[in-house]
Every structure is written in structure tokens, then in C-alpha cells.
Nanobody, 115 residues
């Protein structure tokens, strides 16, 4: 069982930075890719970034590439460093793991960027 917990959200002005954390209270991330998604009310959840199981590769949606960086620390934590924040980055951010054919999500953390 993978139990994901996101943290680090908050209110920032445009241009500021924020770092989100995703940790697991249950089974570790060992062997799994981990992704970050975001969602605003009334819209579908959107892919933001993912990192492979070994940390060797990262993938980003075009709108955040060059501003956001995903990284992992061992087998229990994944981070999303968000720089040069824009108002359109405002959303609830979720981390995601697909393990043994199951989709696991955390409860999300709110990021609000004021212009």
C-alpha cells in the first residue's frame, strides 16, 4: 500500500519560488516512477512532471519546463521545485504513483500565486 502525503504549498507572489514535497508513509517509492499533477476547479487534472524510478530521466509539461524541477531523495521523498511562479500555476498539486497496476494519489496541496 502506497500512502502519499504532499506538503509545501502556500501563497506566493508571481516570480517567487516554492518547493513541494511528496513523501510516503507506507511502501517506499523504490522501483516506481513518481509524478506531479495539478488541478484547478472545473478543469481536468493536468500532468506537470514525472521522474523515473532511478531518477535518471525527468519529463515536464511545456508550460513548466525550465521553471520547475522534479527530483527524488532516496526512496521516500520526491520534490517539485517551482521557480518563477506565474498566476496560471495556481492549482492543487498532487503526487502520483502507479504501483502494481493501481493508481495512488495524495490529498493534494494548494498553491496560490498572486499577480
Amino acid at each position: 500500500q502506497v500512502h502519499l502525503v504532499e506538503s509545501g504549498g502556500g501563497l506566493r507572489q508571481a516570480g517567487a519560488s516554492l518547493r513541494l514535497s511528496c513523501t510516503t508513509a507506507g511502501q517506499s517509492f523504490r522501483g516506481y516512477a513518481v509524478g506531479w499533477f495539478r488541478q484547478v476547479p472545473g478543469k481536468e487534472r493536468e500532468f506537470v512532471a514525472t521522474i523515473t524510478w532511478d531518477g535518471g530521466s525527468e519529463y515536464y509539461v511545456d508550460s513548466v519546463r525550465g521553471r520547475f524541477t522534479i527530483s527524488r531523495n532516496g526512496v521516500k521523498a520526491v520534490y517539485l521545485q517551482m521557480n518563477s511562479l506565474k498566476s496560471e500555476d495556481t492549482a492543487v498539486y498532487f503526487c502520483n504513483v502507479v504501483a502494481a497496476g493501481k493508481d495512488y494519489w495524495g490529498q493534494g496541496t494548494q498553491v496560490t500565486v498572486s499577480s
